[in-house]
């Protein structure tokens, strides 16, 4: 059956569920009645006093005596006031969230495979995977008085953080666990794991892109710094005026995020083109001259470039052609990287014909040369003696493959892109499909979902915020929770590479879509800032882990216990600074 079809077969069952929850019934109790109540009177027939046994009779209608302490979200859906009446309307309209949030997702990868990258990939993708929860965000304090706004928007913020912790704590250490291959030099080896639990020797490593995550995801808690400003200070006035800065840096935030996302691959693959063409410059280099000396004062020794010239231009016609260049890179054998030979001798050839004929001159070719050793020699640290160039070609030759290594990381899911042409407008379909589908569950049930929560909430006594942190990223998140354990398990540095990046770009997305949302209902709705205690605990758990992972490309398993730490962490700084300390 296809995603389409169970999404849709899902949707049915629980429809008719909640269709016959949602049909009005009443009833009355049958009350045991003695003949000494004074609720009977005589019929002129039967004495009262005849001793009768007990009556059974039928209460009025509740309707008539009572009335509802909850309100139906749109007029019909079940609401109650009951604590397991609650747990189970949270677990139902949870479940489709969950099923919203999964659509979506299925419809942007069938969108993913066919458009690919770019647009798609940095637009459409992040957008419509943090849509359930801005969805959430949105319905917690839109509607109603000031005064429900602020009591539901905690709903809204607990959700928030909640998504944020999860993923850098629980998520996150459970892929490096499950991920973890032996450590050697600060690098992974792929699917090897003899070190067992090594805290030190074993652990994951990714490629330099997911350190840019990193980055970009700490750069994305900027608003909440800023909005923080006040408290920080401890102003007592400009709480609404920092409010509006931080709605205007998270949007200015979204915008730049997007452009890099829709820009990054091109990014990547320009990166990764460059550092293969530095390397065919090496190899051309150590064909040429194995042997080559620098001079005393470390300058490339003309003459000999000279004299190579000669060597390359077999018909000794003063220039080399195309085809002598060909042959040249034709005979050298590229280890460990994928090069197009015709794409190297086009970029070899613009880069040395500085006259644009076609042709390398004499003169082109020694000054190219020359160039690259400039390059090279700058790049490394040597000590002043030997002036060897073969020493410093392996140095640059090593740091030149690592630096490839780190780059062309390929996306695991890459293979199966492949063939769905055939189906390209069947796809098309499908995939908008699930979206029309996850976007309408995700509209019709946010609200519900949020009213079950505050519901249960007044049940219970326990804080809403408590309730959404724990709960709510339960079915918002936990389909890419168990996607990115599943990727991570491959124990793989590319499986790992793109586990780690989906990770911080969706914590980056649920920052930098989710907060401009709440700052919006904050600002424009005229809600008191009442969430210091929240947004430092993401505040904590968004630099530690960032600031583990922005500045190395490998994990050991040590962080993982680290993550795992900082949840409870979390929830205990949340609860005592704010029902301890008195913090808002």
Known sequence: MSSLQLSVSRLSSFGLFLLILCVPTYGRFLTQYHPLSSDLISDGVHDRDSGWGSYRVLNRLSGESSTSTCDQTYGFLPCTTSLMGNLFLMVVYGYLMYLAAKSLSDGSEHLLEILGPGFVGGLVLPILGAL????LVLVSGISGTTETAQSKVSVGVGMVAGSTVILLTIIWGSCVVVGKCDLV????????????????ESGISTDVWTKYAAWIMVISVIPLLVVQIPQILNLTSGRHFAVLIGLIVSLLLLVSYILYQVLQPSIQTRKIAYVKYMLVILELLKKLAPGMQLMENGEPNKDIIGKLFSEVDKDSDGHI???????????????????????????????????RNSQIENVEFVNGIC???YKINQTVDRDPE??????????????????HAQLDVRDPRDKVVEGVKNSKWTSINKAVLLLLLGTIIAVAFADPLVDAVENFSDATSIPAFFISFIVLPLATSSRDAVSAITFASRA??????????????????HNVLNLPVFLALVYFRGLAWDF???VLAIL???????ALASFRTHLPLWTSILAFLLYPFSLALVYVLHYVFGWS
């Open 492 to 509: 793989k540095r590319a499986a790992a590479s793109f586990t780690f990046s989906e990770l911080y770009g969706a914590v980056t997305m």
């Open 185 to 200: 030099d600060s690098f992974a080896h792929d699917t090897k794991d003899t070190k067992g639990c090594s805290l030190t």
């Open 540 to 546: 904590i758990v968004s630099i530690v882990i960032g």
């Open 532 to 534: 210091s205690s929240e």
């Open 132 to 135: 359930p929860e801005a969805l």
């Open 371 to 373: 160039r690259w050793l």
């Open 321 to 355: 052609s195309y085809s002598e260049l060909e042959a040249l890179i034709g005979g050298i054998h590229f280890q460990e990287i994928e090069v197009n030979h015709d794409d190297a001798i086009n970029k070899l050839m613009d880069d040395f014909d500085t006259s």
């Open 386 to 403: 030997p002036y060897s160039f073969n020493k410093i070609f392996d140095y640059f030759h090593q740091k030149a493959k690592d630096e």
